[in-house]
């Protein structure tokens, strides 16, 4: 199993930026073989997807929500993967998650198909 520690959160602005790391580990399974994503759950409601990156980076999936914003990459040499939030809205506000979704997967939106999450970055954006 792909183990997750993700990390960046923090109190900004609405129209400030940030960038979310996400570090994949595992002792008996090559992290750089799965996709990998990002969902978020604001307070009363349920985690929705936010992007998703193919297991070779080649190809990458957003919410409409964030699209044009939010940039996802990977680097499978580190075994690492960032999204990058640009223009942050109040509405934006949530723990932030990263997930590994199917080994030599595509992109996918789906929670029902993670495989493991980290465990959250709170992302709180001002008005």
């Known amino acids: 199993q792909v183990q997750l520690a993700d990390s960046g959160g923090g109190l900004v602005q609405a129209g400030d930026s940030l960038r979310l790391s996400c570090a994949a580990s595992?002792?008996?399974?090559?992290?750089?073989?799965?996709?990998m994503g990002w969902f978020r759950q604001a307070p009363g409601k349920e985690r929705e997807f936010v992007a998703s990156?193919?297991?070779?980076?080649?190809?990458?999936d957003y919410a409409d929500s964030v699209k044009g914003r939010f940039t996802i990459s990977r680097d499978n040499a580190k075994n690492t993967m960032s999204l990058q939030l640009n223009s942050l809205k109040p509405e934006d506000t949530a723990v932030y998650y990263c997930a590994v979704g199917p080994q030599f997967g595509g992109t996918w939106r789906s929670p029902e198909r993670v495989a493991s999450w980290g465990q959250g970055t709170q992302v709180t954006v001002s008005s």
């Open positions: 595992g002792r008996t399974v090559r992290p750089n073989l799965y996709a």
């Open positions: 990156i193919n297991w070779r980076g080649s190809s990458t």
